[in-house]
């Protein structure tokens, strides 16, 4: 296949994963309304930038740089998870490079959908954040929520030595927890393609100028505690059970999630002021 | 029926069977008001005067309408025939005309399907007195109707007098004809103006837009005209019943609301002004114009009104949220204002967005002296270099937070005062205290000031985004010099990085030399975080 005929299939490959992700449940896009953005949200595109350059440079290679004979030859990319990863051996034994997996786990991923749905919703959240709080403060807390996610899944997860986590979804699940505490009446634009059909007799009642939007508006207060809730029950199977359900670590999103009143420690003073006083102009 | 119909009939049943020939010529000429293209009217008229001229000039104008009637052509012979020759000999009277107020009061808002010709060619200049002043004609005829009028009546058919339709507009498409019949009257009225008989040239002008009330070209025209002839108040009555008929053009309502104002009828103005703002036709600039227009004569809440009302159909038009902004802010209402320049840099596209956030600087959100003083506030952020800090130790010490080592709690204590000596230097060099023990002094003003008042208002509502911006306030704090900040930097950070080995003592030796972990075969089940 030429690059083209290449560039044609992963084009299309992408349009059907956002559309296998936006089927059933709204897939957030960026967040409309009183949003402005004073500051270019540089932190923002700098982790979207190096969490694609760690996959793509570092663990693609070993995913689609090889000729698949078998399943041994994704052996490299399995070394790669399983020692950079986190899994709580590394800290109580010692083991790789011990407690920094915390950082290199948050920019690794299991392949490129997982890093692609997890970008949206970095973009998607990450940018009002990051202009509340300024580049630096926004990146510590980015952290601390990734660390909160993954030290609390294995500290609750009855299991112990068990499977590797990477991904960007605790730290980005903390961004989120953080949207929702100071931004929970703001508007997120939705790909839903169900919730797309279900508005079309809303919209033609209320005489909307275009009934058949792909957009979606749902109120953030909404779409996030829908998304906490979603991720309620296989949290606590994995607590009860020690088990990731279907090898999705909902328990570090959900845990990153509640890392989110933390952002008051980094929120901008004037804006933590005026949080409190309810004070503006 | 019509009421042109209706006062003609009036007038030849007073004529035949009352014999009040005053009454009957009042009828029919008021009739003739209405509808000058009459042809049976103006017979019947000729026949309330015993004066010859008079009677020739009225069926001449019969003619004129309709070249083929029979009883015209008949009635001129017998006139031309039956001792006619002093009237032939002398020069022609001037055909009766009204006024042009008149003129526009016969343009009423129906028309007929055949307007009257236009005359050929203009009449000689020196023919003509100022038509438009001269009184009606004066009909002093007491007697009784010839009898070779009798037969008239019963020529007036039932359909030409319901043959009259709704006046068309710039909404209605026009026929050929009609298309033509305008030309016609547009190519009179330049031979008239040619001929500077400026009168009957609106009067052609009349015409036209008896058959489309708001005919762009014929309006602008009549309503200049008008104007320069110092009739203003005859082109504010063509105006408006353009916009009684319904008609769709901005320019119409635009000059109609110049009109009105001019002659000083400011609630109709007012009325047009807060229709023209909800047009679908009119651009933000026009809007602007309007509203510029109010401000002038000191009516900012009217102003304000209009532009809410504008707003519901352009809710995302910048410039119509800037210019309310603008006015909000002159009035003193900044919350409100913070709104609307809100909407209009959300609004705005790249380029003109900036012009509102420049605004928006000026009411960037002041801290006051005492939230700038404040330590607990520069505590709280370095509280969170703490948490960073202290997770990562959580997680050095095996994940448990009871085996955390001394140097463990030592590196969380280090990165509290080495997050309080970068915060003091980057975010708070303003504590109280600790500016004036290093010398601090109180900082210059900005530039162009800032504004200080502080408004309450939900801060987090949706319609009033969180602003944001630099700390450029007005103070009486001192500042910390900037040696000392450089100071409180340099030792925050080199704070921060002891602290960073302390709470990863294990880590690190680890990050220098891994070691190998026991790694299962690829086909074991990864989970994804």
Known sequence: ?281 | MNDAQALFREGVLALKEQRDVARARQLITQSLKLDPNNEMAWLWLSRTTDDPARKLQCVERALKINPANDQALALREKLAGGGMSSAAAAPPAPPKRSSIHDRLENASLVHHDTPPEPPAAPPAPAARAPQFMQPEPEVDAAQDPPPEFEALRDLVPEEAIESTQSVKTQNDRLTPEEERQIEKHLAAAEARLAAEDEEAAVEQYVYALQIQVDHPQVMQRAVRLLHQMKYTEDAQELLNRAIEAGTPSLAIHLTAIDVNRMLGNYSKADVLREKVVQMDAIDDAGILKIIDSLLNDVQGARAIELLEKALVKRPNSHDLLMKMADILEDQGRKVQAMGYYERAARAGKRGNRKQADRVLQTFIPVITDHERGSVVLALREAAGFTAAYLFMAWQDSGLNLLRMSPGHWLGVGLSLVGGYCVVTAFSSPQQKGLAALFGGQVPAEPEGGKHTQQVEVKPWEEDIAMPSGPLQDPTSLPILPGWARMIFALVGMALLGVAFYLVFNRAIPLLLNPVEPEIPSILDFIGEG
């Open chain 1, 1 to 281: 296949m030429d690059a083209f005929g290449a560039l044609i299939s992963f084009a299309l490959a992408v349009l059907l994963v956002l559309f296998e992700m936006s089927v059933i449940y709204p897939l957030p896009l960026s967040d409309i309304g009183a949003v402005r953005y004073r500051t270019m949200p540089t932190m923002t595109y700098l982790l979207i930038i190096v969490n694609a350059l760690v996959f793509i440079a570092w663990q693609a290679p070993d995913i689609y740089g090889v000729e698949l004979d078998s399943y041994r030859d994704l052996q490299p990319y399995m070394d790669k998870i399983w020692t950079y990863g986190y899994r709580d051996v590394f800290m109580t034994e010692g083991l790789s490079i011990g407690a920094f997996t915390t950082f290199t786990s948050m920019f690794m991923h299991g392949d490129i959908w997982h890093l692609f749905g997890n970008m949206i919703f970095l973009w998607a959240f990450g940018r009002r954040l990051e202009d509340a709080c300024g580049p630096w403060r926004y990146l510590l807390f980015y952290l601390t929520a990734g660390m909160v996610a993954n030290l609390g899944s294995v500290v609750l997860n009855p299991v112990q030595g068990e499977l590797p986590s990477v991904g960007a979804s605790g730290a980005i699940a903390g961004v989120m927890g953080a949207f929702l505490v100071l931004f929970p009446r703001a508007r997120i634009q939705c790909l839903w393609f169900i919730g797309m059909i279900l508005w079309i007799p809303y919209r033609a009642i209320t005489r909307q100028e275009n009934i058949f939007s792909r957009y979606i508006v749902l109120p953030a207060g909404l779409f996030l505690l829908y998304f906490a809730f979603r991720e309620l029950l296989p949290s606590l199977e994995t607590i009860t059970q020690g088990d990731n359900v279907g090898g999705v670590n909902n328990l570090a999103h959900l845990l990153g999630f509640a890392a989110g009143p933390l952002i008051l420690l980094f929120v901008r003073k004037d804006l933590l002021v005026r949080f409190i006083t309810r004070r503006a102009v």
